[in-house]
Nanobody
């Protein structure tokens, strides 16, 4: 089991940027899939972005604004979030797994508000 710890959340104004980090307890080099989910109040948890092998994909709502990346040497997954909107307000979770997401972080709150 991989332990995941997110950081970097906070309060930001609309149009601003944040970078989330997720540090893993083991190497993420050979983990099959890593990614970010989010859950807004009263809504289902949704996939934001993921990396499967060398392939990245994004939810339509964040394409062109968010960038997922990883630093294998630091065992860290990142989510760079730009041009943030109020609809991006949610708890963001890091997740990983061999073929599907089985390990989850505790989440970090992102609030977009003026």
């Amino acid at each position: 089991q991989v332990q995941l710890v997110e950081s970097g959340g906070g309060l930001v104004q609309p149009g601003g940027s944040l970078r989330l980090s997720c540090e893993a307890s083991t190497s993420i080099l050979n983990i099959g899939v890593v990614g970010w989910y989010r859950q807004a109040p009263g809504k289902e948890r949704e996939l934001v972005a993921r990396i499967t092998g060398d392939i990245t994909d994004y939810a339509d709502s964040v394409k062109g604004r968010f960038i997922i990346s990883r630093d294998n040497a630091k065992r860290t997954l990142y989510l760079q979030m730009n041009r943030l909107e109020s609809e991006d307000t949610a708890v963001y979770y890091c997740a990983s797994g061999a073929t599907s997401f089985g390990d989850w972080g505790q989440g970090t709150q992102v609030t977009v508000s003026s």
